[in-house]
């Protein structure tokens, strides 16, 4: 197994254990750091798209199997309104972390026996398909990005849900106090 493909599995998987266990705070930096790191760390890993037939079709199903996966991780965190400091927040415990654990031990098996326990066969399938080796990296790329940009993507969509249903208009809010417009001195 590539340490490139291991090193993004556990990027990932500590991004979203940093970022959510516990009670925590919606904010812009914790929706979109993850995102930010993801787009300045794939450019080092990634080839170029392969826009041929089947390579393309494996490329999509890694987009689709990380969105999916980002789904069920996200499906073992709450949302919760607090209304004393007009803001989200969410609330992820164990259910959450085994999730995420499962998740990443998949992706690292996979990826460990495409190398080392049925690479024959993905090779064959590779070969039989007119896959490159450039593309089956990509994929495994492209579900981690999945994965990752679908978490940032609930967190933002149902945090801002949560908000709108308790009369809030902005999902992000700056201190835990509203503020008032400056009144106008006379002098």
């Not at 991780?73 to 919760?80: G, H, I, N, Q, V």
């Not at 007009?86 to 259910?95: C, H, I, N, Q």
């Amino acid at each position: 197994m590539s340490l490139v493909i291991l090193g993004v599995n556990l990027f990932v998987f500590l991004v979203a254990m940093e970022s959510d266990i516990g009670r925590r705070k919606i904010s812009r930096f914790r929706v979109f750091r993850p995102v930010a790191a993801a787009v300045i760390i794939v450019p080092f890993f990634f080839k170029g798209l392969d826009l041929s037939g089947k390579g393309l079709l494996l490329e999509l199903a890694g987009i689709a199997l990380g969105i999916v996966m980002g789904l069920v991780a996200l499906s073992f965190m709450r949302f919760e309104y607090d209304g004393g400091q007009k803001r989200v927040f969410t609330r992820a415990g164990l259910l959450y972390v085994l999730a995420w654990i499962a998740i990443t031990a998949a992706k690292i098996f996979f990826s460990y026996g495409s190398s080392n326990l049925w690479s024959h066969e993905i090779g064959k399938f590779m070969y039989e398909n007119q896959i490159s080796v450039d593309a089956f990296r990509d994929t495994i790329i492209f579900l981690n990005v999945a994965t990752i940009g679908t978490r940032a993507a609930v967190i933002y969509v149902r945090g801002r849900g949560t908000a709108t249903a308790n009369g809030q208009q902005r999902l992000f809010v700056r201190g835990s106090k509203t503020r008032s417009p400056k009144s106008k001195q006379l002098v």
